[in-house]
């Protein structure tokens, strides 16, 4: 009887743990997981931005020496 109790005590601890271990690596994963996420957004949304400057300078050099060409030649 008092066997069978402390057996049962040091399982549940047992589980009481493992549980802890899996919990404490889930949010682990949870956070990295939403980390990467913010992570590839912020460059994905960088990315875009550049993008779009890049297509914007491009436009003005192209509206600019079309400006010259047809003053100045």
Do not use: P
């Amino acid at each position: 009887m008092i066997d069978s109790i402390i057996t049962t005590k040091h399982y549940n601890d047992n589980n009481n743990t493992n549980n802890n271990n899996n919990n404490y690596y889930y949010y682990y994963f949870y956070f990295y997981y939403y980390y990467y996420y913010y992570y590839y957004y912020y460059y994905y949304y960088y990315y875009y931005y550049y993008l779009l400057l890049l297509l914007l300078l491009l436009l003005h050099y192209y509206y600019y020496y079309s400006y010259y060409y047809y003053y100045y030649v």
